[in-house]
């Protein structure tokens, strides 16, 4: 059953950011602004717009961008004429000065985004974000790997920063419909700001986990056309959008121009179809970062290590997100010890 928020549910479209992952950060401005033109016209609340790793990601570490994200940026916000261009900023690899950046080329909310146990890093761009008048929400990335009681303690820090909504990111495809119930209970009742939820589909739960999510109170939801996104994607918005119009809620954009973008536009900048594959599969089962992915398949291509056994051996390790460097030690570890 769906209950009823004070507040409208509003989708944060992410082909644009989380996307990048899949293509190797090698969109075109023309590919940003195709995208972006047709989401505004359907009414998408707002686009997020940058490297998969964040402001500051086009390193050789996380993976070089084709475009300047910046320039990205103010492409996706000239076609904009009703959503709001967002952008995902990690502290040790985004900083200010790119914040004050993108909010000078239109960004209108910024997703600070930190491991789940260590919001107070996300201080002061928080604080920033708000000084420069832009929606500043908390996102705690792989949130399956801490319990309810430590979720709850650094999203309330994140309040206490200043975010105006904190997201359940469920960053590996990982959690359980149950697990993803209690998380967001938890926060609504300890939180006064709004709750959002952020999915990967890697053990084919993603859109089953939003609607959860939806069921709880959560009012900021992530979607991703055709799921473009790391590892198996993300919750596919326009499937997503046509469950919640048949459930009988409105949400204000058009379900019939979402899948024609989806279809004609996002489908063509596919690299491979985006379907549950055994790395994927493993993903969700480990409980690995989603954009480990292609690292993984590469290292294991170059040390001739299966993708999925480096994966379980970070799942194991416990790796995050800015630990991309520890894929190919891993694989090279394996590789000695056949």
Same mark, same amino acid.
């Given at each position: 059953?769906?209950?009823?928020?004070?507040?409208?549910? +509003?989708?944060?479209?992410?082909?644009?950011?989380?996307? @990048?992952?899949?293509?190797?950060?090698?969109? @075109?401005?023309?590919?940003?602004?195709?995208?972006?033109?047709?989401?505004?016209?359907?009414? =998408?609340?707002?686009?997020?717009? @940058?490297?998969?790793?964040?402001?500051?990601? @086009?390193?050789?570490?996380? &993976?070089?961008?084709?475009?300047?994200?910046?320039?990205?940026?103010?492409?996706?916000?000239?076609?904009?004429?009703?959503?709001?261009?967002?952008?995902?900023?990690?502290?040790?690899?985004?900083? /200010?000065?790119?914040?004050?950046?993108?909010?000078?080329?239109?960004?209108?909310?910024?997703?600070?985004?930190?491991?789940?146990?260590?919001?107070? /890093?996300?201080?002061?761009?928080?604080? =920033?974000?708000?000084?420069?008048?832009?929606?500043?929400?908390?996102?705690?990335?792989?949130?399956?790997?801490?319990?309810?009681?430590?979720?709850?303690?650094?999203?309330?820090? $994140?309040?206490?920063?200043?975010?105006?909504?904190?997201?359940?990111?469920?960053?590996? &495809?990982?959690? #359980?419909?149950?697990?993803?119930?209690?998380?967001?209970?938890?926060?609504?009742?300890?939180?006064?700001?709004?709750?959002?939820?952020?999915?990967?589909?890697?053990?084919?739960?993603?859109?089953?986990?939003?609607?959860?999510?939806?069921?709880?109170?959560?009012?900021?939801?992530?979607?991703?056309?055709?799921?473009?996104?790391?590892?198996? &994607?993300?919750?596919?918005?326009?499937?997503? #959008?046509?469950? #919640?119009? +048949?459930?009988?809620?409105?949400?204000?954009?058009?379900?019939?121009?979402? =899948?024609?973008?989806?279809?004609?536009?996002?489908?063509?900048?596919?690299?491979?179809?985006?379907?549950?594959?055994?790395?994927?599969?493993? $993903?969700?089962?480990?409980?690995?970062?989603?954009?480990?992915?292609?690292?993984?398949?590469?290292?294991?291509?170059?040390?001739?290590?299966?993708?999925?056994?480096?994966?379980?051996?970070?799942?194991?390790?416990?790796?995050?997100?800015?630990?991309?460097?520890?894929? #190919?030690?891993?694989?090279?570890?394996?590789?000695?010890?056949?």
């Amino acid at each position: 059953m769906i209950r009823c928020s004070e507040k409208p549910i +509003k989708i944060t479209e992410v082909c644009l950011r989380d996307g @990048s992952h899949t293509v190797a950060h090698q969109f @075109s401005e023309e590919q940003v602004r195709a995208i972006s033109r047709g989401l505004d016209d359907a009414g =998408m609340h707002y686009i997020e717009v @940058s490297h998969g790793d964040g402001l500051g990601g @086009s390193t050789l570490q996380y &993976g070089r961008s084709l475009v300047d994200e910046m320039k990205l940026i103010e492409a996706a916000s000239e076609e904009c004429k009703q959503a709001s261009v967002a952008v995902l900023l990690i502290p040790g690899i985004g900083t /200010v000065d790119e914040l004050k950046e993108a909010s000078r080329l239109g960004a209108r909310l910024v997703r600070v985004a930190t491991h789940v146990t260590e919001a107070d /890093v996300s201080a002061q761009h928080l604080y =920033m974000a708000r000084q420069l008048g832009m929606e500043a929400v908390g996102f705690l990335m792989m949130a399956h790997s801490a319990p309810v009681e430590k979720l709850i303690e650094q999203a309330t820090l $994140m309040e206490s920063y200043g975010a105006e909504a904190v997201y359940v990111t469920d960053s590996a &495809g990982a959690l #359980l419909p149950h697990q993803v119930k209690e998380r967001i209970r938890a926060l609504r009742e300890h939180l006064t700001c709004e709750i959002g939820f952020h999915a990967h589909n890697n053990l084919s739960l993603a859109v089953a986990n939003t609607l959860v999510a939806i069921g709880e109170g959560a009012t900021r939801i992530d979607g991703s056309l055709r799921c473009l996104g790391a590892g198996a &994607g993300n919750t596919q918005t326009e499937v997503l #959008l046509t469950v #919640l119009d +048949k459930m009988g809620m409105d949400l204000g954009i058009d379900i019939y121009k979402m =899948m024609d973008v989806a279809e004609e536009i996002v489908g063509p900048v596919l690299p491979r179809p985006q379907e549950i594959t055994k790395s994927s599969l493993v $993903m969700g089962y480990a409980g690995v970062y989603s954009s480990f992915l292609l690292h993984a398949e590469r290292a294991g291509k170059r040390f001739g290590i299966e993708p999925r056994d480096i994966l379980l051996e970070l799942g194991k390790r416990k790796a995050v997100g800015g630990q991309e460097d520890m894929i #190919l030690d891993v694989a090279a570890e394996l590789a000695r010890g056949r």
